[in-house]
């Protein structure tokens, strides 16, 4: 879907692990797209900005511009919330890297420069889902530690054994321990977007130029060519 020329993302997604943890009111889901949006966006950045014990369901409500007990009827508990916030951070990426054709090279530097473009594109709907996903990975009480960490486990190395399936490993110096490569330039990514979450300046715009550059620089190391 598109509003004033930007996407906007259906969030209509459920996952084994929300079914299996609770019951969401299909109500929900028959609001207008926008609506869904502001309460999501609203969770997003609640949790975001707190641990998952700490935030406050009434805060979420109040940012969302609806009721606490209207939330509750969306959302039974915290926790099924949190975890659809999950899942539906995992789905809407998974479906914008599909868009951006991220696995659509066999270039790696290509396919982040993609997977760049893709995040960004995302955080212009929802600015606080990258904090969230990063805070969620960290989370650790017992309501939800274990079906994230589970959940993110499978994923990256899914992921990962995509990007290594795909990519040309000739264009590289030979040197290069590839894996530990991997590992360290989206560990600096991640680094970089919690800097600048705590410095509370998140530009899209900005922050595409930014690792973009960063992302050349990599290339420039670990290549043969450094073009």
Request: glycine share 4%; charged share 25%; with cysteine.
């Amino acid at each position: 879907l598109l509003k004033n020329g930007q996407r906007i993302y259906n969030i209509h997604v459920l996952t084994d692990t929300v079914n299996k943890e609770g019951t969401m009111n299909d109500k929900f889901f028959n609001l207008p797209l926008e609506k869904q949006q502001r309460i999501i966006n609203a969770a997003y950045k609640v949790f975001s900005q707190s641990s998952y014990k700490k935030a406050p369901m009434s805060e979420i409500a109040d940012e969302g511009g609806i009721s606490k007990a209207l939330l509750f009827h969306y959302f039974t508990n915290k926790k099924e919330l949190y975890l659809y916030l999950w899942n539906n951070a995992v789905e809407m990426t998974r479906k914008i890297n599909t868009d951006y054709a991220v696995l659509g090279t066999n270039d790696f530097f290509e396919m982040l420069k993609r997977s760049l473009l893709a995040r960004c594109s995302l955080m212009r709907s929802y600015p606080y889902i990258y904090k969230f996903s990063l805070n969620a990975y960290y989370e650790q009480h017992p309501d939800i530690e274990q079906a994230i960490s589970e959940n993110y486990a499978a994923i990256s190395q899914l992921s990962k054994n995509k990007v290594f399936d795909t990519i040309d490993t000739s264009a590289f110096r030979r040197d290069v321990e590839l894996k530990m490569m991997y590992s360290e330039i989206f560990y600096a990514v991640d680094g970089y977007m919690m800097n600048k979450y705590r410095s509370g300046n998140i530009v899209p715009d900005e922050i595409e130029q930014e690792i973009a550059a960063l992302i050349n620089h990599w290339k420039q190391i670990y290549t043969e060519s450094g073009k």
